[in-house]
């Protein structure tokens, strides 16, 4: 069984995300889902901002994003 894809916060970053613990590795999916939601609560009140920067993370274990390792995911059906 595979373990998958984690993220952790740099903690330089800490004060950018107060509602994810820096330096800690947890599901991607799990930190996805709650930047999503901070995303969208802000969105509407009027704040519109990156769901996230990447750089402020780092990965590991699962699959990397599309395209990573020669696969070129397909965006669009006419691609």
């Not at 820096?22 to 901070?38: N, P, Q, Y």
């Amino acid at each position: 069984m595979t373990q998958g894809r984690e993220m952790r916060l740099k903690s330089e970053h800490a004060g950018d995300y107060p509602d994810i613990p820096a330096g800690c590795w947890l599901s991607a999916r799990e930190i996805s889902e709650l930047l999503v939601s901070r995303a969208r609560a802000n969105r509407a009140s009027g704040v519109h901002q990156r769901t996230f920067v990447a750089p402020h993370f780092e990965f590991r274990g699962g699959e990397g994003p599309r395209g990573v390792g020669g696969k070129q995911q397909r965006t669009r059906a006419t691609d």
